[in-house]
């Protein structure tokens, strides 16, 4: 059995007469490089400050380590957080920014001495102790403030988009950063972003959230490959959406479009039934621009309306022939086929029913 660093049991929270959180359940296990997922407003960050013990539930428990903490307050919980803003002490130099909280859980001096050195070469900054706080880069501040949460040695690192005040450049380079200290000290980190790149990239595990309940938990790689839902479908990666009704179950189900198309699919939706409205999630990479005579489960006919290059392939964006429901396509710029797609063209793509994922619309 593996051991969970968290578990969560039917946590709610209520502000009045808003519900921010209903019933979430989750474990993260030991050791785990886990992310809060989702858009703002869903609840991920008071989820993050229940665990940490800023907020209290209204009702659930939180369990640290086999243990109910639900009524401890924060200084007494062994987590650490790093916050958006990183909240260095301007005042203070490298050092004593980092040794500030052990000094508070009164850490013998040596040890102090010691472990601030060793966070230092872990967070690439050896020699930096004597700089101030103010004189440093954005990326610098925000290794200081990781090092300073680790240092009071937490069983779990909570971390609140912390790289979302950095530029692109340096935020790439500081989740590469992150992964390697992750690896290194081998503690649960538990992780909010609405950035879905960084929660596929980074994550072991995720949680997608949407107006305060969990939708689906698993590897970034389960969650692109088998959404649960069309919320979920569509909020991690790209994708093309095609509603339509389901004309035919058997034997094999088929969305038929408002302008006829009619497509093989895969039904997610066990509630679909004929006659029912859904929609058809399809992935760009899954499609294809091809020739008359491919043998392919789908295909329909797309005018052009623009290209896009970006080096190792084009985006085609198009519209449906048949009425103009966007659809855009990936496809190698090596290709014949990509070469003559131009704006204004006709062409023909295709799809694999199984790339097709089929759900009800509500």
Not at 165 to 182: F, G, K, P, V
Not at 190 to 206: C, K, R, S
Not at 336 to 341: F, L, P, R, S, V
């Amino acid at each position: 059995m593996p051991n969970f660093s968290l578990e969560l049991q039917n946590i709610g929270k209520r502000y009045g007469e808003v519900v921010a959180l209903a019933d979430i359940n989750l474990q993260v296990k030991e050791g785990d490089f886990f992310f809060l997922l989702g858009p703002s407003g869903c609840g991920k960050t008071t989820l993050l400050k229940i665990i940490s013990g800023l907020e209290a539930p209204t009702r659930g428990r939180v369990i640290i380590n086999g243990k109910n903490e639900t009524e401890l307050h924060a200084n007494k919980r062994n987590t650490a957080t790093v916050f958006q803003e990183w909240a260095l002490f301007p005042h203070m130099n490298v050092y004593d920014n980092i040794a500030f909280g052990m000094k508070m859980h009164k850490f013998p001096a040596q040890k102090i001495k010691t472990k601030v050195a060793e966070l230092l070469e872990l967070i690439h900054m050896g020699g930096y102790h004597k700089r101030m706080a103010y004189e440093l880069s954005g990326g610098q501040q925000q290794r200081v403030a990781i090092a300073r949460s680790l240092a009071i040695e937490p069983d779990i690192l909570l971390l609140d988009e912390p790289l979302s005040n950095l530029d692109l450049s340096l935020r790439q380079n500081m989740r590469i950063e992150l992964i390697r200290l992750h690896e290194q000290i081998g503690k649960t980190f538990i992780y909010v972003t609405h950035d879905q790149t960084e929660a596929m990239t980074m994550g072991d595990n995720l949680v997608v959230m949407q107006k305060g309940k969990i939708e689906q938990v698993g590897s970034p790689k389960e969650i692109y490959k088998n959404p649960v839902n069309d919320y979920v479908a569509t909020f991690i990666g790209e994708t093309n959406e095609i509603p339509g009704t389901i004309s035919e179950l058997s034997p094999e189900p088929i969305l038929e479009t408002p302008s006829g198309i009619k497509l093989k699919v895969d039904i997610r939706d066990n509630s679909l039934k004929k006659g029912s409205k859904a929609v058809a999630i399809v992935r760009p990479e899954h499609t294809k621009v091809i020739k008359s005579d491919d043998a392919i489960d789908n295909r329909f006919d797309v005018i052009v309306d623009n290209v896009a290059y970006f080096g190792p392939s084009l985006r085609l964006f198009c519209h449906s022939a048949n009425d103009n429901t966007p659809f855009f396509v990936d496809v190698f710029t090596e290709t014949e086929m990509a070469i003559t797609a131009v704006a204004g063209s006709r062409i023909k793509v295709g799809l694999e029913k199984q790339y097709a994922l089929c759900y009800g619309i509500n």
